[in-house]
């Protein structure tokens, strides 16, 4: 996700500038046996939505050394940026919602039209839309089977309203999985510890040091 330097709102706005001054990397992928072809647009307002996070390359191994199973599981993913996650998803046969803020959706959708396996998509291709936490969440259904983030939580006013949306996507059951550097500059920990645990059973399943990379495993508790 990015976000504007506006303290009273922290989504930004789309100027019409977003591809002026901007570069692209494209960076091929193999995971899962499926090789993504990935481009990142550099410049602009793209900000950090530009590129590929390790987090999300680390949730991606997870899944894989996990066995996770994706076919046929209905997917949704917070704050996409670059989609490789969620594409990796689809290509794997998840039916896959790709979301993020508004400014991040061209790249988005690029990279989903160019990773459109050549026999087409196992289950559909993946719908990529505008979601902004705390806001459009409650346009969103709640019957999701996983719900996917990778390196989401780093600005802390947010959090509560990640926390707000996480509840609603997974009222209905969804299990969400979570791949975050542990910044401590950026209180990562207490979002984990304070916002998700106060209405979901939260699990460390990965950690990797080297990073400073955790994953966690997070269920909505039933409310009593």
């Known amino acids: 996700m990015i976000f504007a330097e506006d303290e009273d709102d922290p989504f930004p706005v789309d100027d019409g500038c977003l591809f002026s001054e901007t570069f692209s990397q494209e960076t ?24 590929v996070w390790e987090a999300a390359l680390h ?29 990796l ?42 979601l902004r936490w705390g806001q459009d969440h ?34 209905n059951g969804a299990v969400a999985y979570l791949s975050s550097k542990m910044r401590r500059e950026h209180q990562t920990q207490s979002f984990y510890e304070e916002h998700l645990a106060s209405g979901f059973d939260v699990e460390l399943v990965h950690r990797d040091d080297k990073q400073n990379n955790n994953i966690y495993r997070a269920s909505k508790r039933a409310e009593q």
């Open 138 to 171: 409650l346009g969103f259904p709640a019957d999701w089977d996983v719900v996917l983030c990778a390196d989401i939580v780093y600005l802390p006013e947010t959090y509560p309203l990640l926390a707000e949306t996480l509840a609603h996507l997974c009222q």
């Open 28 to 51: 091929a992928y193999r995971l899962m046996g499926e090789e993504l072809r990935i481009t990142q647009l550099f410049g602009a307002n793209l900000g950090v939505a530009a590129p």
């Open 89 to 130: 998803a689809a290509r794997r046969g998840a039916e896959v919602t790709l979301t993020d803020l508004p400014l991040a959706l061209p790249q988005l959708q690029a990279n989903v039209s160019a990773n459109a396996p050549p026999d087409g998509w196992p289950s559909a291709p993946p719908a990529v839309l505008p």
């Open 59 to 87: 949730l991606c191994r997870f899944l894989e050394d996990q066995s996770v199973e994706l076919r046929g599981r209905r997917i949704i993913e917070l704050g996409a940026g670059t989609g490789v996650l969620g594409i």
